[in-house]
């Protein structure tokens, strides 16, 4: 090591920027609370403390005395080489401490110790979440649950989808995507205020959902709609979700919250042609998808499906962690990256250049390829981005059809 282990620096967020206030002045209070601010700030803090114990359990400090990018060194230590991804944001996440440096040859990036990372200190970190808010223990748990089988995973002894999505990790997903779990319901809630705001005018609403998992974006969407006095312009709501277990959980919950709707239910692989699942073309006034269509294998495929369904004038809305930069490591990535179905997909230079979230800018693009109209993103992402850089949440909305041209 380039230097002795240093003490690990207290958290403490910057003060929050007031011009936020104003960026969000249209959403419900819990969409950007101090609460949230705070939380937000801990978990990316959490997550650079996780990343240096990873980088020690992994024993690739001491492989940083030279210049080597996450392809050598996946090399150097025999890890499968798809462990690269991961590997690459571990170190891009020391970059922003200084301990690491990083340079670019070509397309390919290289990282040098600078000096050796502080001790983490992950239980204080933790103990200071829950005091921000108890319902940060969700995300803190999933946290620690994906990085306790990176080793496993880079090393291919255990597969991330078998083990962060089997048995073992349901109940933390569960509690992850839970609208008391403040740091995953901001997707929710801003996601059905840009979908009640484009259906107000209809009288009569046909809602089709795509990846609806637990329910909790379902249930934001329902009770931002009762506020405004939509519900009774339901016509039908079909919420669909491929895992069963899911899937039954969430029906059992909003068909006891919303009896005299009239909700429907079934699986829909986002993948497949959605004609061939009982998805007639023109039939929907919203396609609905809150943190879905990123997992989507050819992500033009599952956008052309949504507009197929989709009447000559409705809405897709989509809600999705957005990255506010290109190449931006972002704290939710580490749940998600060791996962096949998160990292398996198609890439386009274009609108896709990488796995997992992407900009809002790469949504416009790929919106605009599949050809909807009129796209939009909110809330102001573009301006929220250069004043407060963790702000992760957007959502993407475009019709078939303008036809207010």
């Known amino acids: 090591m380039n230097a002795a282990t240093s003490d690990a620096p207290a958290f403490k967020a910057p003060p929050r920027d007031p ?38 359990r992994l024993d690739v400090i001491d492989q940083l005395d030279e210049w080597r990018s996450a392809d050598e060194l996946c090399h150097a230590l025999s890890f499968q080489p798809r462990f690269s991804f991961a590997l690459s944001w571990i170190l891009e ?62 090393h291919g002894e255990q597969s991330g989808d078998h083990n962060l999505i089997g048995p073992q990790g349901i109940g933390l997903w569960l509690n992850y995507f839970d609208n008391g779990n403040l740091t995953y319901a901001v997707n929710n809630w801003i996601s059905a205020v840009l979908a009640a705001d484009r259906l107000s005018t209809l009288s009569r609403l046909r809602i089709l959902e795509v990846g609806a998992g637990s329910g909790s974006a ?67 006034d919203l396609v609905y998808a809150v943190n879905v269509l990123h997992i989507s294998k050819d992500l033009l495929f599952a956008l052309n499906q949504a507009r197929s369904a989709l009447k000559g004038d409705g809405w897709l809305v989509i809600g999705e962690c957005l990255r506010p ?25 274009e609108f896709r250049p990488n796995p997992g979230f992407l900009t809002a800018n790469h949504w416009r ?41």
Not at 256 to 267: M, R, S, T, V
Not at 325 to 349: C, G
Not at 379 to 402: L, M, S, V
Request: charged share 25%; with cysteine.
């Open 325 to 349: 930069h290109d190449n931006q490591p972002i704290y939710p990535e580490l749940m998600f990256q060791i996962l096949e179905s998160f990292t398996e997909v198609q890439i386009d230079p």
């Open 19 to 56: 011009r936020l206030t104003y960026l969000l002045k249209d959403y419900p209070a819990p969409v950007f609370s101090e609460q949230l601010y705070q939380s937000i700030e801990l978990m990316e803090r959490y997550s650079i403390d996780l990343a240096i114990d990873l980088l020690r």
């Open 93 to 154: 996440r020391l970059v922003e401490t200084g301990c690491i440096e990083m340079r670019l040859d070509g397309n390919t990036r290289s990282y040098h110790l600078r000096r050796a990372p502080w001790e983490p200190d992950l239980a204080q970190l933790r103990a200071v979440g829950l005091n921000i808010d108890r319902g940060n223990a969700a995300t803190l748990d999933l946290l620690d649950h994906a990085a306790s089988l990176y080793p496993a995973v880079a």
């Open 218 to 284: 379902s249930e934001a969407l329902l009770r931002c709609f009762g506020e405004r006095g939509l519900l009774p312009h339901i016509e039908r709501y079909l919420i669909t979700e491929p895992n069963a277990f899911f899937r039954r959980r969430a029906q059992r919950e909003l068909a006891k919250q919303y009896p005299d709707l009239a909700l429907e239910w079934d699986a829909l692989d986002i993948n497949s042609p959605w004609d061939t699942q009982g998805i007639a073309s023109g039939e929907f």
């Open 365 to 405: 693009r790929a919106f605009t390829r599949a050809g909807f109209e009129g796209v939009g993103v909110a809330p102001d992402i573009d301006g929220i981005r250069e004043i407060y850089p963790h702000f992760f949440t957007g959502a993407i909305c475009a019709q078939k059809h303008c036809h207010h041209k």
